[in-house]
């Protein structure tokens, strides 16, 4: 486990105790904020109470983390919060979040979903968007649109056209590069949030969005 991490896990684990931590990863396979959430509402429900701990805890403890100078760069913060929502389906914490009453496609939402819980929409680092045009768009007006032939940084953004037709139609974070891979976190694949891989330069993808710095 990586020292962010270790920060995630222990201050779940000061919010919740450890029934959260194995309950997490009996049902869900680890923690998220996502799943939090549901154990909140849960202990709430079963004690009578009106609320129980803080569900947005972990993130404002990394934000502050990242802008204290905790030594985690922008798109390791953003891969990180990316990780943490690994596994989740449905996308409905995402494009609820987003202001969607029903269920939508939802790669863009969760992209900026990511983004909003790093502080990054707050600081203008990556734009809020449901669209994909609208996020290549944002990106290439400030000149940090980049061609599929680009070697991406963690964190950046990829866009995707599966039918080469000059259409935008998904959105995912670059999590590392290694052997001439891009490896990826993205939100509403196979309806969940999971890892996928492709050759850099691959046609399927439009290009990439570089994230700004604070």
Not at 72 to 83: F, W
Not at 168 to 177: A, R, S
Request: charged share 15%; proline share 4%; aromatic share 16%.
């Amino acid at each position: 486990m990586g020292e962010n991490s270790e920060i995630i896990s222990k201050n779940y684990l000061s919010l919740y105790g450890n029934g959260y931590i194995t309950w997490a990863v009996s049902n869900f396979g680890g923690y998220s904020e996502a799943n939090a959430l549901v154990f909140s509402q849960q202990q709430a429900a079963s004690h009578g109470w009106s609320g129980y701990g803080d569900p947005q805890y972990v993130p404002h403890v990394m934000r502050y983390y990242q802008y204290r100078g905790g030594g985690m760069a922008e798109g390791g913060l953003l891969v990180q919060v990316a990780k943490s929502q690994l596994g989740n389906q449905g996308g409905q914490p995402y494009w609820s979040w987003y202001g969607f009453e029903s269920r939508q496609p939802w790669c863009a939402c969760f992209v900026s979903w990511c983004a909003d819980q790093c502080g990054y929409l707050e600081a203008g680092l990556v734009p809020k968007f449901s669209a994909c045009e609208e996020g290549i768009r944002w990106f290439t007006e400030r000149g940090q649109y980049h061609p599929r032939d680009h070697v991406p940084e963690p964190g950046d953004l990829v866009f995707f056209d599966w039918g080469s037709d000059g259409s935008y139609d998904h959105v995912g974070i670059v999590e590392y590069v290694e052997a001439g891979m891009v490896h990826t976190i993205e939100g509403n694949t196979s309806d969940s949030c999971a890892e996928r891989s492709y050759p850099l330069g691959d046609s399927r993808i439009c290009g990439f969005g570089s994230v700004g710095q604070l």
